[in-house]
């Protein structure tokens, strides 16, 4: 079974920088949109940065100008690049693919376990 797994979280003070990963546990067929969402405590979840195959991409207006999601295909990774960050932007970070396992699987979206921001001083 193919896992998407995060890493990078952990707490930094306001203002700092942190850099998420995120790659499929084995090898795999294709990958297509990967993208990052958030979920703080008592809110829902939602989108922080979506990238296309074709490095197009979108961000979450409070996101913009601060963060930065870029991919590496060949390691069918994606990153997010998280500078000038603020207490609001504390939340459980979650990795999002739309992958085919085999040549004959099909495309499914696939969701890591998330990591854990925090910004606090």
């Known amino acids: 079974q193919v896992q998407l797994v995060e890493s990078g979280g952990g707490l930094v003070q306001p203002g700092g920088s942190l850099k998420l990963s995120c790659a499929p546990s084995r090898s795999i067929f294709s990958i297509a949109a990967m993208g990052w969402y958030r979920q703080a405590p008592g809110k829902q979840r939602e989108l922080v940065a979506r990238i296309t195959t074709g490095c197009s991409t979108n961000y979450a207006d409070s996101v913009k100008g601060r963060f930065t999601i870029s991919r590496d295909n060949a390691k069918n990774t994606v990153y997010l690049q998280m500078n000038r960050l603020k207490p609001e932007d504390t939340a459980g970070y979650y990795c999002?693919?739309?992958?085919?396992?085999?040549?004959?699987?099909?495309?499914?979206?696939?969701w890591g376990q998330g990591t854990q921001v925090t910004v606090s001083s």
């Open positions: 999002n693919a739309d992958l085919a396992r085999t040549f004959n699987s099909g495309w499914s979206s696939y």
